[in-house]
């Protein structure tokens, strides 16, 4: 279907959203005829998200690529590896919900039927990020009973939708694991917000941020500056507040907002009047959707601006923090022998972005919840099976992702995962620094 220029809605494979997509929408393809080549039991899950972008987006066509090809190579390793089991078999349909998930109404409503055979629809997978557009398509699914598996979901005001399980930790869990960081080597921090209403993300990290890093030690100093991603002149509000960003001498600015602003922001710091007073500049996930220009980070770390974050996986954890996660949860991504591993797939991609690695987790997650549904027999299961299934995946179920092991509390959050603290190199590139818990 067509909306506002965009063609939006439901395929296997078949129709290309985005000519970087093609790769990967046809390797989707092609497992799904295997599967029904197969004549086994099959079931369906769907990776609901926005494969076509414009400039009011938060994420890049690279990161649409990149959660594709992280929920391919589950549903492949699913259908070709025994993982939890070998049956049923899982097809994968691509949901495309439009720039800015405007067009989730028609696209939930689709998934929907698709609960009926001979789709057999039984979860959700993906879902964008944490916006209002995702929030009602979220609130929708799960009223209809649909579980649904975010891959980079982070908002912690998302713990309140039923149905939903989050492989990432949330923003608090973020704004922990890096205030817990920092607090040994800085004492004043400073917020920066977007106080945009359409999005979740800023709000809940700024009051994540606030709630961890103060204590008797250490304090948020001057007034929070504000700024709304809605409006225009967003680089003109950063050149504004430089003036009190200086005056209140913080040691550390804490940027609550989206990566696409990010680089704005870092660009008007490094010209700031207070050169002589380093800052760090900490932030959350979101870091990997922004573009930095030629020379901005160099420029940056020579005006004493450093960029520190939290990313939701990271390859380069898995060597630096072996004891943190299981080889047989990461060697789809890192072995070089292997013919459908992502390095063998899809040679001129990178995981430094984190989609791939959690669109895998959310889609492997939904394989185990549909296998342990249907016991030994292999049989074809309902949504309504999968729901009853989902609240067994902890403990001594929980999955084993690549992100590291995933046990949900009864909210549906992952609890105690492992958190990379990174910073920003002089040619833009991430250096792993940390690992925490969320």
């Known amino acids: 279907m067509h909306r506002d220029g965009e063609c939006v ?9 985005d000519p970087a997509l093609a790769n990967v929408q046809r390797r989707i393809r092609e497992e799904n005829e ?3 080549r197969s004549k086994k039991p099959y079931v369906t899950i769907g990776f609901f998200a926005q494969m076509t972008v414009t400039e009011k987006d938060s994420v890049s066509m690279s990161w649409v690529k990149h959660q594709l090809q992280g929920a391919y190579l589950a549903q492949y390793r699913a259908n070709h590896d025994r993982v939890a089991g070998d049956l049923p078999r899982v097809r994968l349909l691509i949901a495309n919900a439009g720039s800015q998930i405007a067009a989730w109404e028609p696209v939930v409503d689709e998934l929907l ?15 964008g990020t944490s916006t209002d557009n995702a929030r009602k398509a979220m609130n929708r699914l799960s009223e209809r009973g649909i579980l649904m598996l975010g891959s980079t979901v982070t908002s912690d005001d998302l713990r309140t939708i039923p149905n939903l399980l989050r492989m990432a930790p949330t923003n608090s869990g973020q704004a922990k694991a890096v205030a817990s960081y920092i607090k040994p080597k800085a004492h004043k921090a400073l917020l920066v917000q977007d106080d945009s209403k359409s999005d979740l993300y800023p709000a809940t990290l700024a009051r994540s ?3 961890h890093f103060p204590d008797q030690d250490h304090e948020l100093v001057g007034q929070t500056e504000l700024y709304d991603s809605s409006l225009p002149s967003v680089d003109n509000t950063f050149l504004q507040m430089m003036p009190n960003i200086c005056n209140s001498k913080p040691e550390v600015v804490f940027f609550a907002g989206r990566g696409k602003h990010l680089a704005s922001f870092v660009t008007q710091l490094t010209g700031r009047r207070c050169q002589e007073h380093p800052i760090i500049v900490l932030t959350g996930d979101d870091v990997s959707t922004a573009v930095f220009g030629d020379g901005v980070v160099r420029r940056a770390l020579e005006s004493g601006v450093e960029v520190v974050f939290t990313t939701l996986a990271h390859p380069e954890a898995w060597s630096r923090e072996p004891k943190a996660f299981e080889k047989d949860a990461t060697f789809i991504f890192v072995e070089k022998i ?23 987790d959310s889609v492997l997650t939904g394989v185990f919840a549909i296998r342990y549904s249907t016991g030994k027999t292999g049989d074809v299961v309902s949504a309504k099976d999968v729901l009853q299934t989902k609240n067994r995946l902890h403990t001594t179920m929980s999955v084993p992702g690549a992100s590291g092991r995933l046990s949900f509390d009864k909210d549906g959050t992952a609890v105690d995962k492992a958190v990379p603290i990174m910073k920003l190199r002089a040619d833009g590139t991430a250096e792993f620094l940390s690992l925490s818990t969320a």
Do not use: N, Q
């Not at 809605?9 to 959203?17: A, M, Q, W």
């Not at 039927?113 to 879902?127: I, N, S």
């Not at 992502?342 to 995981?351: R, V």
């Open 338 to 360: 292997c013919s459908y591993c992502f390095p063998s797939a899809f040679p001129d991609d990178a995981l430094e972005d984190a989609a791939a690695i959690m669109a895998y």
């Open 9 to 17: 809605g439901v395929t296997d494979g078949s129709y290309e959203f």
């Open 113 to 127: 039927a698709r609960t009926a055979a001979p789709d057999h629809l039984v979860a959700v997978a993906g879902m």
């Open 209 to 211: 941020f606030t709630d």
């Open 34 to 36: 295997d599967v029904l």
